[in-house]
């Protein structure tokens, strides 16, 4: 009976422990079938559907070589205008804002006092020269008497430098005239160069005093006209290399991508701002249209030379990665295949690159985010290089940079 007892125990002993067993056992073939469902969810033949994106095509072209800044537009000359002598304003002949020649009158002042000074030293002249005449001839009969033994050499002498005296007078008395003439002339102001008139800071009627402040108006010379610009140390060098050609520059408004003034670089500082390791430049325009104003503030382009057949891909193609640069190249299969890349500078909207593509690959430009290196794409529309803008599925600014020339 004992033993029976003890077989009945271990017979619910065995029972208990298959009992207990059993849910960790159903637990391992759930996990496991879970498994393997995500796996033939994820694996290459899962069937994920292709992502949405928007190509481009590579180009091979002449691109040309520029360096961009923001330039600052310069009159090609001011002169501000004063009065050179103490008077009054009697008449102003131009009205603010006109464009005047060289040479036009621009104002009047007073003349009385001036003529009233000028005809005293023209008095002043005859007297003194009509003494002057007396005293040569006074001279001239005192050394006949010398000669003749009549006077001596000291009465002589003593009249000849009375002569001379009367003679200096004369010319202090005609470079009076002179001077007072000068003085008259003042009293009429010229334009000295071709300019737009400022506004007027002394109307008709106020007193001015010889170069005083404020001057009376400024003007600005604006055709030709200045462009100053800065460019970074490191471009000084592409810079004078080419600047003996003759470089092109053009000029942008802002907020304008087109109707660009057209000039050429006419000067070079002559030397680096060692704070910000810029060059100043400065850019000589006709400006005949009168399309750039002093003061404001334009986009440059500095145009170096060109690259020849050079491989140029949108620059919203390009994409950073651990590796560098790379472009996803949409293959005839329509798998979506990332190609390393070495940029060599940007063109508007292109990026020249150097290697890993040809001319007619097909890059995506919108929808990178979605792809899986060679994963499937399905191409929702084609656009041309130069029509790709900053804006789609992954936007990002398109660069405008400029083209190096290390190649």
Sequence with gaps: MIHTEHSGLERNALQALRYAFLPAVFGLIFLAACSNKQTAQTGPGSGRPPAPVVVSTVEQRDVPVQITAIGNVEAYQTVQIRSQ???????????????????????????????????????????????????????????????????????????????????AAVDADQAAVDAAKVQLRYTDIYAPIDARTGALMINVGNLVKANDTPFLVQ???????????????????????????????LAYPKGQSSSQSEGVLTFIDNGVDPQTGTVKLKATFQNKDKRLW??????????????????????????????????????????????????????????????????????????????????????????????????????????????????
Excluded: C, W
Aim: hydrophobic residues 40%; charged residues 20%; aromatic residues 6%.
């Design 294 to 407: 002093p003061g404001e503030f334009v986009n440059v382009v500095l145009n170096l030379s060109n690259v020849k057949d050079a491989i140029t891909v949108p620059t919203k193609a390009v994409q950073a990665g651990q590796m560098g640069d790379y472009v996803f190249v949409v293959t005839a299969e329509g798998t979506a295949v990332p190609h390393q890349i070495t940029p060599l500078g940007t063109y508007q909207n292109l990026t020249l690159v150097k290697g890993g593509l040809a001319a007619g690959d097909t890059v995506i430009v919108d929808g990178q985010l979605r792809v899986a290196p060679n994963g499937k794409v399905t191409i929702q529309s084609s656009l041309p290089p130069n029509a790709v803008v900053g804006s789609g599925l992954n936007s990002s600014d398109t660069a405008t940079g400029t083209v190096g020339s290390g190649q």
């Design 219 to 249: 003007l600005n010379q604006i055709a030709p006209i200045y462009v100053t610009f800065t460019v970074p140390e490191v471009r000084l060098a592409e810079v004078r290399q080419f600047v003996a050609k003759g470089l092109k520059v």
């Design 85 to 167: 002598v103490n008077g009054q304003i009697e008449k102003i002949y131009f009205k603010e804002g006109e464009d005047v020649r060289q040479g036009q009158l621009l104002y009047s002042l007073d003349k009385r006092p001036f003529q009233a000074e000028l005809e005293q030293a023209i008095g002043n002249l005859k007297r003194d020269e009509a003494q002057a005449a007396n005293a040569k001839l006074q001279a001239a009969r005192y050394s006949d008497l010398e000669k003749q033994g009549v006077i001596s050499s000291e009465v002589a002498d003593l009249q000849r430098t009375q002569s001379n005296t009367t003679s």
